[in-house]
């Protein structure tokens, strides 16, 4: 779904606002997938919390949160004004049921959810704060979902309908954008898995008997 153009102008104004060009310096952005039991409970996180903060593996429980975090690591990190992204993921097994965005990109902050097509849609906004995301890693939002636990959940994370920026560089080309962590399979647990795979065993069985 595209943003309204009176939205996007304004998304793009303002960048202009909160952004001085900087020649000779060079823009890219880390944003990376996280998904956990339960949403970190703070919107910032340092390197040393965030790189063993890593997605789980196995669901713990019937319930999950698909995290963005993101971080400037341009030559001049000035901080991240915003952004946009979608999350594709498997409807059959998870509902995404709420989008959350946090205290910091709460200008223009959007998104919408379509879970017939496991897509939660231009998830992001931008913010008037100086220096975001330069020092440490700063959250763009996060989806709560549900429904999970009993089979594999795969979370993919794309760009969105507007680009990302930063302070002093405005918009940064998508190519510069570094989507990591994504995508990424969630596993039930091993009991809960071997349930799944014999009673998948068990339906192509009774498929065969009945031709």
Not at 17 to 31: C, K, L, N, P
Not at 113 to 141: C, F, H, K
């Amino acid at each position: 779904m595209r943003m309204p153009k009176q939205s996007i102008w304004l998304f793009v104004v303002v960048f202009a606002v909160v952004a001085s060009v900087a020649e000779g310096s060079v823009s890219e952005i880390d944003v990376e997938l996280r998904v956990l039991d339960a949403a970190y409970g703070s919107d910032h996180m340092s390197d040393a919390i965030f790189a063993p903060y890593l997605s789980i593996t196995e669901f713990g429980g019937n319930t999950c949160a698909a995290e963005v975090w993101m971080r400037d690591v341009g030559t001049i990190t000035s901080g991240v004004t915003g952004g946009f992204v979608d999350i594709d993921y498997t409807t059959a097994f998870a509902d995404a049921t709420t989008i959350y965005h946090g205290t910091i990109y709460m200008v223009l902050a959007g998104g919408s959810i379509n879970d017939p097509a496991g897509l939660v849609d231009n998830l992001g906004g931008a913010t008037m704060n100086s220096g975001e995301g330069a020092s440490d890693w700063v959250r763009l939002g996060y989806v709560q979902f549900g429904g999970v636990g009993a089979s594999p959940v795969t979370f993919t994370l794309t760009a969105g309908a507007a680009q990302f920026s930063q302070v002093g560089a405005g918009n940064v080309d998508w190519p510069l954008v570094n989507f990591t962590g994504t995508p990424h399979t969630v596993l039930p647990e091993p009991g809960v898995l071997c349930l799944f795979l014999a009673g998948s065993i068990l339906s192509l069985v009774r498929r065969k008997r009945r031709r």
